[in-house]
Antibody
């Protein structure tokens, strides 16, 4: 079983950027597909996009396409999500998800979540 | 289509059977995946593809699909099954992932 461990909670200013990391333990990192899902307080799940390591393909939810970036670092088995031009409504838990292979879904493994609060 | 619709809340008595549904045009083409989220925890995959259960998910959970509706059925739910359940699938293009709004399951 693969374990995903995310970076810790952050507080950000409006207009700034944030980066959340997600380190994978177990399995073969280069074969993994990672997706990012966020959840505003008391709200439902929202898919942001993902990266398929085997092909390098990135998929983006239209709402985030212009200000999100997904990267991977196979030397540290870590994947990253950067979100720019932060607004107060970006305050949410951000979850890293993963699976083996080149398909985008389902989301087999989940990180513990990272709370990012955007406030002036 | 870009929407998956779930009932906001469902309740069931201990030992009965409950069906949680998810509707959307893209379900005619793509299978639904189901996630369970308990308060303060990350979601967990409980059903995927055509009625496939991940390791560790009890066999009281089953999935089905017909036309534009996918269902997650819990036969004889336990108290620990009380949680929010989210369906997920692709949009009609297959390139995007959608989530339903979630169903809060209460076990009475």
């Amino acid at each position: 079983q693969v374990q995903l461990v995310q970076s810790g909670a952050e507080v950000k200013k409006p207009g700034s950027s944030m980066t959340v990391s997600c380190k994978a333990y177990g399995g073969i990192f280069s074969t993994f597909t990672f997706n990012w899902v966020r959840q505003a307080p008391g709200q439902g799940l929202e898919w942001m996009g993902g990266i398929i390591s085997l092909s390098g393909t990135r998929n983006y939810a239209p709402e985030f396409q212009d200000r999100v970036a997904f990267t991977t670092d196979s030397s540290t088995n870590t994947t990253y999500m950067e979100l720019s031009s932060l607004r107060s409504d970006d305050t949410a838990f951000y979850y890293c998800t993963g699976r083996a292979g080149r398909y985008l879904t389902p989301f087999d493994w989940w990180g513990q979540g990272t709370l990012v609060a955007v406030s002036s | 289509s870009s929407e998956l619709t779930q009932d906001p809340a469902v309740s069931v008595a201990l030992g009965q059977t409950v069906r949680i549904t998810c509707q959307g045009d893209s379900l005619r083409r793509f299978s639904a995946n189901w996630y369970r989220q308990k308060p303060g925890q990350a979601p967990v995959l409980v059903m995927y593809g055509k009625n496939m259960r991940p390791s560790g998910i009890p066999d009281r959970f089953s999935g089905s699909s017909s036309e534009n509706t996918a269902s997650l059925t819990i036969t004889g739910p336990q108290a620990e099954d009380e949680a929010d359940y989210y369906c997920s699938s692709r949009d009609s293009s297959g390139n995007l992932v959608l989530f339903g709004g979630g169903t809060k399951l209460t076990v009475l």
